[in-house]
């Protein structure tokens, strides 16, 4: 069975006016639509056909080195962009709660501490990519930026929530303002699905 595109959990223009419906569809039925499709040429490419997207991810050294970078951009883009679509929610915003936010506060001080460092990160990343809160190796919360369609899985990181900052993210409404899309994403940013993800780790 073939990756298909996700159905997005609500309608594109659900996110309005934080993140505006015409970006939503393009992001979703271009872009990852194109992830996708590409992954599914690339796992037959090399072979990889019936294994999920994590056991591919989670085993890059395995694939010949020939087929690997097309699964490292397609298999990323396919599986980050799922992954974005669920740590954003109409009903989002705020801040973290419960067992994640005490995590947060352990580790930042406060809330308003882990945003900045976040913002900046996401604002700092040269050219494109995403920023991302995950559990490390370590089993300590860290705010890591991968390029590209790099997948923080496949380094073993346990992703809790994640901004695009690619271009195609945000440049229609946004232009070159990063960060006002970043400032946007605060608005959309869904921290029950956050803490659902910080309580399976
Ligand atoms: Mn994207």
Request: hydrophobic content about 40%.
């Amino acid at each position: 069975m073939a990756f298909e595109l996700p159905k997005l959990p609500y309608a594109y223009d659900a996110l309005e006016p934080h993140y505006d419906a015409q970006t939503v569809e393009i992001h979703h039925s271009k872009h990852h639509n194109a992830y996708t499709m590409n992954f599914n040429k690339a796992v037959e490419a090399a072979g990889l056909e019936g294994k999920s997207a994590e056991e591919i991810l989670t085993s890059l050294d395995s694939i010949p080195a020939d087929k690997r970078t097309a699964i490292i951009n397609h298999g990323g883009g396919y599986w980050n962009h799922n992954f974005f679509w669920e740590s954003i929610s109409p009903n989002g915003g705020g801040e973290a709660k419960g067992k994640l936010a005490d995590a947060i506060n352990a580790k930042w001080g406060s809330f308003a501490a882990f945003k900045e460092e976040f913002t900046a990160k996401a604002a700092g990343h040269f050219g494109s990519g995403w920023a991302w809160l995950v559990v490390n190796n370590s089993g300590e919360l860290e705010i890591v930026d991968t390029h590209d369609q790099v997948c923080p899985i496949t380094t073993g990181l346990k992703p809790l929530t994640v901004i695009d900052v690619w271009e195609h993210a945000y440049y229609l409404k946004y232009k070159n303002v990063r960060p006002e899309w970043i400032t946007a994403w605060w608005n959309v940013a869904d921290w029950d699905k956050a803490e659902e993800r910080f309580n399976a780790v």
